[in-house]
DNA sequence: ATGGGTGCAAATAATTTGCAGGTAA
DNA sequence: TTACCTGCAAATTATTTGCACCCAT
């Protein structure tokens, strides 16, 4: 079901009066998260992020690494990106600022772009058109130097 | 699993040598989901759809109706677009050409916009880092003139 | 007649959640 | 001590697939 409705317009600080909301703890399973995090350059899904975690030996549950992501996409601290199945692929934001990325469909490795331009656009196209609340969604993919190279080496 | 590498990265046509390969057949359940789809002005789950159809009183199957979709989907002859749930909404595409589309997250109405600055804006960030094959993934979402409207009235 | 189309139920897969402990603060 | 955090397994959800039967061609 679609659920148009119920999805997040647009986050603003919890108005927290007394801010007993409890703080993030500092666990070993967050930790080893924020640090599988930290050696990523590019998009990785909580599966591959959490394997990454049990392969180096520490143990932490599947759900545990969906939570912690969960919890830190929504801290803006991860960024979230769909690909083509529609699985979620996180990396650890840069910055705090909103912005896009290029990504390598072959690589995976994304670099964060100036996207300037294209927020005005989006903003323009949404007020054209009386709408309000206006986000956007923008990923735009590619195949880097890097992988374009080999490919043209393999391949004719 | 990401599966970077499974992505169509733009479709040529199936070099068949025979053609053999069977044109769609003309279906009763065929005949429903484009029915629908014809009547829709805007992007809808899959679920959604087989729900109107089966309420119109035909009786279709939701296997029959995700495998339609998908056929009219690679065959270009709907768009695909997916909410921040991750679900896939389908319409069937106005023109061949490639668009974007503004889509309001109350209502689902969506417009197609006009999309050259952003393109440009695309082919330029994927030149400036010499990534090939640059595509780009756009929506843009917001509320629309008759919601604001409506929502203004209801709440303050 | 025949091979693609269909319905149904079971299978997948990603993600979420209930619950009984564990543990940072 | 006391919430929050965790792990595990079961639950959810969207979508796909196996299979026996049906029907456009």
Same mark, same amino acid.
């Given at each position: 079901?679609?659920?148009?409705?119920?999805?997040?317009?647009?986050?603003?600080?919890?108005? +927290?009066?007394?801010?007993?909301?409890? /703080?993030?703890?500092?666990?070993?399973?967050?930790?080893?998260?924020? =640090?599988?995090?930290?050696?990523?350059?590019?998009?990785?899904?909580?599966?591959?992020?959490?394997?990454?975690?049990?392969?180096?030996? +520490?143990?932490?549950?599947?759900?545990?690494?969906?939570?912690?992501?969960?919890?830190?996409?929504? /801290?803006?601290?991860?960024?979230?990106?769909?690909?083509? /199945?529609?699985?979620?692929?996180?990396?650890?934001?840069?910055?705090?600022?909103?912005?896009?990325?290029?990504?390598?469909?072959?690589?995976?490795?994304?670099?964060?772009?100036?996207?300037?331009?294209?927020?005005?656009? /989006?903003?323009?196209?949404g007020r054209e058109h009386g709408f309000s609340a206006v986000r956007h969604s923008v990923e735009v993919f590619g195949?880097?130097?890097?992988?374009?190279?080999?490919?043209? =080496? +393999?391949?004719?």
């Amino acid at each position: 079901m679609a659920r148009w409705h119920s999805e997040r317009m647009g986050q603003q600080a919890a108005p +927290q009066s007394e801010a007993v909301v409890g /703080a993030p703890r500092d666990t070993r399973q967050r930790r080893a998260v924020l =640090g599988a995090l930290g050696e990523m350059e590019s998009f990785r899904s909580a599966q591959v992020i959490h394997g990454s975690i049990v392969r180096s030996g +520490q143990r932490i549950g599947l759900a545990t690494v969906y939570r912690t992501l969960k919890l830190l996409a929504d /801290a803006g601290e991860v960024d979230v990106v769909r690909d083509a /199945a529609g699985e979620q692929l996180f990396r650890r934001c840069e910055a705090s600022r909103h912005h896009h990325h290029l990504v390598c469909v072959s690589c995976g490795t994304a670099v964060e772009v100036e996207s300037a331009p294209m927020e005005r656009w /989006a903003d323009q196209v949404g007020r054209e058109h009386g709408f309000s609340a206006v986000r956007h969604s923008v990923e735009v993919f590619g195949v880097c130097p890097g992988c374009t190279r080999r490919a043209a =080496g +393999q391949a004719g």
